[in-house]
């Protein structure tokens, strides 16, 4: 009777978890596009990728590369598109298994997103400005040896975010558990967690919109499958970022947030120093500096980009 009753109870434990995930998912709704601008969609890989452009046509091109957590997307830009579109032909594009592009099943790593990032920009973009932000500048940095990008800007550049645990991509994978349990991490309370920890300096500069588009993002079909790869650090790159910095021929700049705790700006600094890099550090910021302090850096693109006025 033990038996039976244990057994009815995970089944029923488990048929709730599979409700709940198709309510969320119900709930969260298609999401629509946070940019102002033109929105386009790129086949890649069987994929439909999605990007926005703003901005004048002859412009130099500037590519937008947001980061990459739960609920990611190109929202991460929507604070600096428009100001950045009278300057230059923006393209801000959603990756491969986030914001509004696919989101197949792939067991996603740091190559395929190099290699998207080099297709991509050839395709999409002549030869780029690329600003990308923390781990996907390590994919950027990886993609520049074979792409013809103008020069780089890395916000908090990230390449190892600890030891790798291919087990918990498995978990996440499961098709009732791992989406449950990814359901959890990708709650709004964690979302904001993660936005007050690592996100912004000063919580009162959330904007609650922000949030909830990241819960709605990370609530498409399909989404825990790229984060399962980033929450088990295989999307680390297998580089040391410094090494690689050195040996780029095209100019790149950081730009750290003083406050950082997730990539300490002790990091930047040794990354400066080891490749000869110019650090630019924006003051009560952590890793979202763009997002919290538009206008300082703004600022900075305004006066040290080179094509910003050409």
């Not at 291919?166 to 967690?193: D, E, K, M």
Request: a negative charge; one cysteine or more; proline letters at 6%.
């Amino acid at each position: 009777m033990k038996v039976r009753t244990l057994l009815g109870a995970t089944v029923g434990a488990v048929a709730g978890a599979a409700i709940g995930n198709r309510l969320l998912t119900a709930r969260a709704g298609p999401l629509e596009n946070p940019l102002s601008g033109v929105e386009h969609s790129y086949r890649w890989r069987g994929m439909n990728v999605q990007y926005t452009v703003a901005g004048d046509p002859d412009s130099p091109d500037l590519l937008l590369v947001h980061s990459v957590h739960a609920g990611a997307s190109s929202q991460e830009f929507a604070t600096i598109m428009e100001e950045l579109a009278e300057s230059y032909r923006v393209v801000a594009v959603d990756l491969p298994g986030f914001g509004r592009s696919d989101r197949p099943p792939l067991v996603y790593s740091s190559g395929l997103y190099a290699e998207f990032l080099r297709d991509f920009s050839r395709d999409v973009t002549d030869e780029p400005i690329v600003i990308a932000s923390s781990l996907s500048g390590s994919f950027a940095v990886e993609a520049a040896d074979n792409a013809e990008f103008d020069q780089l800007v890395l916000i908090c550049p990230l390449a190892d975010t600890g030891e790798q645990r291919p087990w918990v991509r498995t978990l996440l994978r499961t098709p009732v558990v791992g989406t449950a349990l990814f359901n959890l991490l990708a709650s709004s309370p964690a979302i904001r967690y993660f936005y007050e920890r690592d996100g912004y300096y000063n919580a009162s500069r959330i904007d609650q919109e922000e949030i909830e588009y990241a819960w709605r993002s990370a609530h498409q079909p399909g989404a825990k499958y790229a984060p399962a790869s980033f929450a088990s650090g295989m999307l680390d790159p297998d580089f040391d970022l410094a090494t690689e910095l050195a040996s780029l021929e095209i100019p790149v700049t950081l730009v750290w947030g003083r406050d950082a705790e997730l990539v300490p700006l002790r990091d930047g600094r040794e990354l400066a120093e080891a490749a000869n890099l110019e650090l630019v550090v924006i003051d009560y910021a952590t890793q979202l500096p763009h997002g919290e302090h538009p206008e300082t850096f703004l600022e900075y693109i305004e006066a040290e980009l080179p094509r910003a006025d050409s």
